[in-house]
């Protein structure tokens, strides 16, 4: 690819916070940006700024499909494909309906591999290409309440690192990206979840106020989502991007909490910060 080519860029998630904040970095760096969202209505400001957009719900695979072989058909290759859609399941882990738990894993672990699958084959074609997969601090510490949320992430960064290997004699470079805390529509969406999985007779509704202040945790004192995205950007574009990428409030030090503080003492921690005392039951 000639350096004066633009970068074909396919972004999941666009219609707010660290998808459509990305795309406009993105869109900045001249990069040709492919920005997609359930909703297409959603993205419409970022078409009409010369982005080409596309309605995508990736747990649709068939969806999935056509959308990568149209792109591929007008933009004729993806350069890079950023797996940034998806979202938090809240709730005792224990109550998680199992409808609920799938969803979950479906469109956090199985979506972007599937999207990565399909992008792949072109990137093998021509030798080169990237693929990002965003994760989250929270794939490394887990808190409570988060639990599906948390595996979810985690599932992602093992199968990012086997990827990143599996890949690389092809010429295609997988980054994974662990953002701390994040300003963005999260909290909203995550607190959604709540109402849908505690029910009256849930042995945690005591605690209905912890559990939506763990939705909301990532929200406090976040790093402003376009701060962050043009940040990513840079590594993204990088002629030497990193495997891993850890951007944002807490970025660093949810995981050294995890590596360095004794396992029974981070419970204790956490159990205090989301009233799970034992008198609060």
């Known amino acids: 690819m000639e350096k004066t080519d633009k970068r074909v860029v396919l972004i999941t998630g666009c219609s707010s916070g660290i998808g459509r904040a990305l795309a406009l970095a993105l869109h900045e760096k001249q990069c040709r940006v492919v920005a997609t969202a359930r909703n297409l209505d959603s993205i419409s400001g970022l078409k009409d700024m010369g982005m080409a957009a596309h309605a995508l719900d990736v747990i649709n695979t068939e969806q999935s499909g056509e959308v990568i072989h149209t792109i591929l058909k007008e933009e004729k290759r993806i350069d890079i494909l950023v797996n940034n859609a998806g979202y938090a399941l809240i709730g005792p882990t224990i109550e998680l309906p199992k409808e609920e738990l799938a969803l979950q894993l479906e469109t956090n672990v199985i979506a972007p591999i599937t999207l990565s699958t399909l992008a792949a084959k072109s990137m093998k074609e021509k030798g080169a290409g990237m693929i990002v997969n965003i994760g989250s601090v929270s794939g490394i510490t887990t808190t409570p309440f988060s639990g599906a949320y948390c595996a979810s992430k985690a599932a992602l960064h093992a199968l990012s690192d086997a990827l990143r290997m599996e890949l690389a004699a092809f010429g295609i470079h997988v980054m994974t990206v662990q953002p701390g805390a ?6 909203n969406a995550a607190g959604k979840t709540i109402s849908r999985v505690l029910k009256k007779a849930s042995w945690y509704l005591p ?9 909301n945790a990532s929200q406090q004192d976040a790093t402003p989502a376009d701060e962050f995205a043009r940040a990513l950007a840079e590594k993204i574009l990088s002629d030497q991007p990193e495997a891993v990428v850890r951007l944002g409030k807490m970025s660093m030090k949810v995981p050294m909490m995890k590596k360095f503080i004794p396992t029974a003492l981070l419970d204790r921690m956490l159990k205090k910060k989301f009233g799970l005392a034992d008198s609060n039951l």
Not at 182 to 187: A, E, H, Q, T
Not at 207 to 215: D, H, M, N, P, W
């Open 207 to 215: 605690l209905r106020s912890a559990i939506e202040a763990r939705a």
């Open 182 to 187: 994040i300003r963005s529509d999260f909290g």
